[in-house]
T-cell receptor
Framework: SAVISQKPSRDICQRGTSLTIQCQVDSQVTMMFWYRQQPGQSLTLIATANQGSEATYESGFVIDKFPISRPNLTFSTLTVSNMSPEDSSIYLC???????????FGPGTRLTVL | KNEVEQSPQNLTAQEGEFITINCSYSVGISALHWLQQHPGGGIVSLFMLSSGKKKHGRLIATINIQEKHSSLHITASHPRDSAVYICAVLASKIIFGKGTRLHILP
């Protein structure tokens, strides 16, 4: 299994500012993902974080709004840029095991934008 | 129609009751996850199934691939079981249900 930590665990931010969320895994993993869970909704994949190259974004998500870095196999960051109240969500980092069927989730970052 | 449907959406029960949460899906899958999300937001993987039945403590998960249906059962439920339970299927990508909010009353 993989143990994932995220920082911060929660934050309250002002409209127009940006927040960077960090994800740290206790072992080297191939696949890292960033999800968003809006209130009352299911998880939505934002992007796959690729080590050493640009992230792969899902439809509806763009790099300018959600820049992602992954400098190595155990760490990634997601930035929520120019925030608006609609960005208020839980943001979750996830990694998959060797055979992809295994999926591990971080504790989440609860973001509130005023 | 969502590709993954869970029922019920909300469930309140008394401590000790037997709980069943259902998940139906409409796509071909290679595996199904049952996840537990506590109020803080963190998610814990309970089970990963591709066939049959798995048991862990008071939790039992079953899957019927032909009927495209899975159930999560909780025996002797306890207030600490109160959480959102999410079904997620692994198809060409992972597809999540909206979750079932369970509240166990002491």
């Amino acid at each position: 299994s993989a143990v994932i930590s995220q920082k911060p665990s929660r934050d309250i931010c002002q409209r127009g500012t940006s927040l960077t969320i960090q994800c740290q895994v206790d072992s080297q993993v191939t696949m890292m993902f960033w999800y968003r869970q809006q209130p009352g909704q299911s998880l939505t994949l934002i992007a796959t974080a690729n080590q050493g190259s640009e992230a792969t974004y899902e439809s509806g998500f763009v790099i300018d709004k959600f820049p992602i870095s992954r400098p190595n196999l155990t760490f990634s960051t997601l930035t929520v840029s120019n925030m608006s109240p609609e960005d208020s969500s839980i943001y979750l980092c996830s990694v998959s095991g060797l055979f992809y069927n295994e999926q591990f989730f971080g504790p989440g970052t609860r973001l509130t934008v005023l | 129609k969502n590709e993954v449907e869970q029922s019920p959406q909300n469930l309140t029960a008394q401590e000790g009751e037997f709980i069943t949460i259902n998940c139906s899906y409409s796509v071909g899958i290679s595996a199904l996850h049952w996840l537990q999300q506590h109020p803080g937001g963190g998610i814990v993987s309970l089970f990963m199934l591709s066939s049959g039945k798995k048991k862990h403590g008071r939790l039992i998960a079953t899957i019927n691939i032909q009927e495209k249906h899975s159930s999560l059962h909780i025996t002797a439920s306890h207030p600490r079981d109160s959480a959102v339970y999410i079904c997620a299927v692994l198809a060409s990508k992972i597809i999540f249900g909206k979750g079932t909010r369970l509240h166990i009353l002491p």
